[in-house]
């Protein structure tokens, strides 16, 4: 797993001395729910956590915020297939989830723009997926910045929320739109 850099952000790989800083926000009742999963109780768990992203086949970096050398938050570029009846495409879901006390800075978006620019770009996908719960509003705006398409919704339950029942709408960017963007941005600066 390689590094991705933004203007202001390192994406790179997790290491165990992250722990106090993922235990910051994964303890917080306005992270986990919102992305399907339990605050951490402790820093045991987070550095639990920290050992299954660095066994994990799924790329999932840590947000470093370059100004303070300190880890923010996590993207993931995961290995789902939403719709089965794309399923012969190459795609990735891009999954994240931010510190509070950075939210609102615009950071989520910069981080996605570059993972959908390395899938597309670096891993020739096909479909760039994003997802979000009903309930989740910041998600869902982060997917509008970052042009995604709505493109349907389903009811689950979530395990790791005790079986609560959510709708989970899902998004996605193909290709061609992702590079339609590009030569419509590269028309506009000539």
């Known amino acids: 797993m390689g590094e991705l850099q933004t203007e202001r952000l390192l994406l790179r790989a997790w290491k165990e001395s992250d722990v106090k800083d993922l235990f910051e926000y994964a303890k917080s009742e306005l992270v986990g729910p919102n992305a399907g999963w339990k605050p951490h109780k402790d820093e045991e768990e ?3 956590i920290i050992q299954m992203f660095m066994e994990s086949n799924d790329v999932v970096y840590a947000i470093e915020l370059l ?3 300190k ?3 996590s993207i993931g570029l995961h290995d789902r297939k939403p719709d089965v009846s794309l ?3 190459k795609q990735k879901e891009i999954g994240y989830v931010l510190n509070p006390a950075y939210w609102g800075k615009g950071y989520v978006p910069e981080a996605v ?3 959908i620019q390395h899938g597309f770009e670096d891993l020739d996908l096909d479909i760039v997926w994003c997802g979000h719960f009903d309930f989740n509003h910041n998600s869902k705006r982060v997917n509008e910045k970052c042009g995604f398409n709505y493109r349907f919704s389903e009811k689950k339950k979530l395990d790791r929320l005790d079986g609560r ?3 989970s709408l899902y998004y996605n960017i193909l290709k061609s739109e992702y590079e339609d963007r590009l030569n419509i941005k590269a028309s506009n600066t000539v």
């Open 165 to 167: 029942e959510v709708t």
């Open 113 to 115: 723009h570059r993972v």
């Open 67 to 69: 100004s303070e050398n």
């Open 87 to 89: 399923s012969h495409y």
């Open 46 to 48: 987070s550095k639990e």
């Open 71 to 73: 880890v923010i938050g």
